[in-house]
């Protein structure tokens, strides 16, 4: 139910209340909703893959080559998924600086995992669908960099100090 939970609060952001509810969760929650979400969303492009399989392969080639498809390509799109966030939060905390919001960078990181559900959604269907990459990525940062703005915006910002 945490999954579910989390899929449909992260599909309401920017919405107030989703964000605080999202920001609740741990960051363990947050990685195993981003694992989850990554095995759905990737599972076609795997299943593909060993539809298309070369019959000429030997046995043991075969099966070295479901080994790398089923183990090795999952931890790969998780390796990626990780640092991409862990950078796209980077991005989050300088127009956190700049919009002058009291957010720490564990709050970031966790609402730019949730806020990215949506672009990668998005970005699936458009690669099945047969859009090119960079229209695809360019909608994936435009979409991103709106919820992120918009998220932050809602924080309230720092007290600036007062000179006695």
Do not use: C, H
Not at 84 to 102: E, H, N
């Amino acid at each position: 139910m945490g999954f579910i939970d989390s899929l449909i609060n992260s599909l309401r952001l920017p919405k107030k209340e989703a964000m605080f509810r999202l920001n609740r969760k741990g960051m363990t929650n947050t990685i195993v909703y981003l694992f989850m979400l990554l095995a759905i969303l990737f599972l076609p492009d795997m299943i593909r893959t060993i539809k298309n399989l070369d019959t000429n392969l030997t046995e043991v080639s075969r099966g070295q080559y479901l080994v790398q498809v089923m183990v090795f390509y999952p931890l790969f799109i998780i390796f990626l998924i990780l640092i991409g966030v862990s950078i796209l939060a980077g991005g989050a905390l300088l127009l956190r600086k700049v919009l002058g919001r009291k957010m720490t960078y564990q709050q970031l990181w966790k609402l730019t995992a949730y806020a990215a559900t949506l672009p990668l959604i998005l970005s699936v269907v458009l690669k099945n669908i047969a859009i090119p990459d960079g229209v695809s990525a360019l909608l994936f940062f435009a979409i991103f960099s709106l919820l992120m703005y918009r998220m932050i915006t809602i924080y309230p910002k720092k007290p600036t100090k007062r000179l006695s």
